[in-house]
C-alpha cells in the first residue's frame, strides 16, 4: 500500500516493468512515509525553537562537574576501598564478644521458635584491603549465625574507611563486590537488544548511554550546585527525550509528532506533581538517604527533587507509549490512505486504550514492589488502609503513581490527535511528488496503477491487472 502522499503521483513516468513490482507491500519496520514541505515546515516552527530552549537551559544550568565535598563518614558519605576475604574460621561468640540480636515476639504475642543458628559458631573473617594508601593492610571481622550475610576465602568486598576512628576501627565491611556478575547482566541484556533489535538495538544503546550520561552529568551535579530540581528535570528529561527518540526512531515527522505529545504529556505531569505534592503537604524527606542528602547539601529544595524524580520517572513510560500511538496512525494511514482523521483517531484510540490498561498495571505494580517491605511493616503493625495510604512515606508513592499514570493516559489521546491530523492534513507538493518517483520500486508501480486500474478499483487489483499485461510483452 502506497504511503499518503504518493496517491498523487500517478502520473509519474513508469519505470521498467521488470522492476515494477519489487516492492509491492509495505513493512511496519520499514521507514515512516515522508510527508510534504509544508507539514515539515509547520513541525519544525515548533520543535526548533523547543530545541533551541532546551540547548539554551542545558549551556546555562550546566554545572561543571559536582561540588567539592569532605566525606562525613556517615551512611553512604564516606570513602570505600576494595578489599578481599584471606580467611574464615569458626570462633566461639563468646570469646570475640559477639552476640546474637534478640529476636521480637511472632504474631500473636508468641515467643519465636528456636532457631537452626542457635548454639552454632560464629565466623571471623580476615580482611585484607586491596586499594588505597592503605592497601595491605589487614583487620577481622566477626559474623554472628543469625547474619543473613556469609562470607568464603577469596571473596572480594567493599570497605568503608573512616580516618578519623582508631586504627584497628578505621575500616569495616561495608558490602560485597557484585562488579563481576553485574558486568555480565549488563553484557547479556546488551546482547540480547542487538541480536533481536539489530541497528534499532544499537542505536538505543547509544541512547542509553547518552542518557547515563546526561543523568550523571548534567542532572544530578547541578542539583548538587544548589538549581532548582523541578528546572533541572525539565531541561535534562527534554534532552534525553530529543536524543532517545530521534536516534532510535530518525528524524521524521513521525518522531517530531511522538516528540510533541511526550512534551505535552511532560507538561501535564509537572504541573499535576506541582499542585498534589503542594496540597498534600509532602516534604519529600521520607527516608534516611533523603535526610542525609539534606543534611549534606542544605541549599537543596527537597519537595523539588520529589518532583524532579516524578517527571524523570514517567519519561521512559511516555517515550514507548508516543511513539506506538504515531506509528499505529502511519501505519493505519497506509492501509486506507482515503481514512480521515476522525477514522484514524477512533481505530488507533482502540489500540491505545489496551496499551493504557497494561502499562498503567505495570506502573501500579512496579512502585508496589519497591515499597514492599514498607508495606509489611504496615501490615505488621496492623494499621488501616486509610492510615498507610495518608501517611507521608506511602502518600509519595501514591502521588508519584498516580500522577505519572495520568500523565500516561492522556499521552494516548493527545498524540493520537496530534498524529491523525498530521497525517490527514498532508498534502505533497512537487517535493513530495519527486519523492514518490524517486523512491525504490514505489514510482513505477504506482505509475501502472494510474494508467490500468478502472475507477473504484482497489490499488491491490489495479497491481495484478497491470502484472498481466507486461507479461503479455
Request: hydrophobic share 45%; with cysteine; glycine share 12%.
Amino acid at each position: 500500500m502506497s504511503p499518503p502522499e504518493d496517491r498523487h503521483s500517478s502520473d509519474a513516468p513508469a519505470r521498467p516493468h521488470g522492476h515494477g513490482h519489487s516492492h509491492g507491500h509495505s513493512h511496519g519496520h520499514g521507514p515512516a512515509a515522508p510527508v510534504s514541505r509544508h507539514l515539515r515546515t509547520v513541525i519544525a516552527a515548533v520543535l526548533i525553537p523547543f530545541a533551541a530552549a532546551v540547548a539554551v537551559g542545558l549551556l546555562v544550568l550546566w554545572p561543571g562537574g559536582a561540588p567539592p565535598h569532605q566525606p562525613s563518614g556517615v551512611g553512604f558519605d564516606q570513602p570505600t576501598e576494595k578489599a578481599r576475604v584471606v580467611t574464615v574460621e569458626e570462633v566461639d561468640c563468646a570469646a570475640v564478644h559477639a552476640e546474637q540480636q534478640p529476636q521480637q515476639p511472632g504474631p500473636g504475642g508468641r515467643a519465636p521458635s528456636a532457631g537452626a543458628s542457635e548454639n552454632k559458631p560464629c565466623e571471623q573473617a580476615t580482611i585484607k584491603v586491596t586499594t588505597g594508601k592503605n592497601a595491605g593492610r589487614t583487620f577481622t571481622t566477626v559474623v554472628t549465625p543469625d547474619a543473613l550475610r556469609r562470607y568464603t576465602t577469596g571473596q572480594d568486598v567493599v570497605v568503608s574507611y573512616s580516618p578519623k576512628a582508631p586504627k584497628e576501627l578505621q575500616y569495616a565491611v561495608s558490602d560485597v563486590d557484585r562488579t563481576v556478575p553485574m558486568w555480565v547482566l549488563a553484557a547479556i541484556f546488551a546482547a540480547a537488544v542487538v541480536v533481536i533489535g539489530r541497528l534499532r538495538g544499537v542505536l538505543a544503546l547509544v541512547a542509553l548511554a547518552v542518557s547515563f550520561g546526561l543523568l550523571t552529568l548534567f542532572i544530578l551535579p547541578a542539583i548538587l550546585q544548589g538549581s532548582d530540581p523541578l528546572l533541572v528535570a525539565v531541561v535534562g528529561g527534554s534532552a534525553i527525550m530529543l536524543v532517545a527518540l530521534y536516534l532510535c526512531h530518525g528524524l521524521t515527522a513521525r518522531t517530531s509528532v511522538a516528540v510533541l505529545g511526550t512534551l505535552a504529556s511532560l507538561l501535564l505531569i509537572g504541573l499535576l506533581g506541582s499542585v498534589f505534592t503542594g496540597w498534600a503537604l509532602l516534604t519529600g524527606n521520607t527516608d534516611d538517604t533523603t535526610g542525609l542528602v539534606h543534611g549534606l547539601y542544605p541549599d537543596i529544595e527537597i519537595r523539588g527533587l520529589l518532583l524532579a524524580g516524578i517527571i524523570i520517572g514517567s519519561l521512559g513510560v511516555l517515550d514507548d507509549v508516543t511513539v506506538t500511538q504515531t506509528a499505529a496512525v502511519w501505519e493505519l494511514k497506509e492501509a486506507d490512505p482515503a481514512a480521515g482523521w476522525r477514522t484514524l483517531y477512533g481505530a488507533a484510540m482502540r489500540i491505545g486504550r489496551d496499551h493504557i490498561a497494561s502499562v498503567v498495571n505495570t506502573l501500579v505494580m512496579a512502585y508496589a514492589g519497591a515499597a514492599l517491605p514498607l508495606l509489611l511493616l504496615f501490615s505488621i503493625a496492623r494499621s488501616s488502609v486509610g492510615t498507610v495510604a495518608t501517611s507521608e512515606v506511602v502518600a509519595e508513592e501514591i502521588v508519584r503513581t498516580l500522577v505519572g499514570s495520568i500523565g500516561l493516559v492522556a499521552s494516548v489521546p493527545v498524540t493520537t490527535l496530534l498524529a491523525a491530523l498530521v497525517v490527514s492534513a498532508d498534502r505533497p507538493g512537487p517535493d513530495g511528488a519527486r519523492a514518490a518517483r524517486s523512491g525504490p520500486g514505489g514510482g513505477g508501480r504506482r505509475a501502472g496503477q494510474g494508467r490500468r486500474a478502472v475507477p473504484g478499483q482497489r490499488a491491490g487489483l489495479g497491481r495484478r491487472v497491470g502484472r498481466g499485461r507486461r507479461r503479455k510483452h
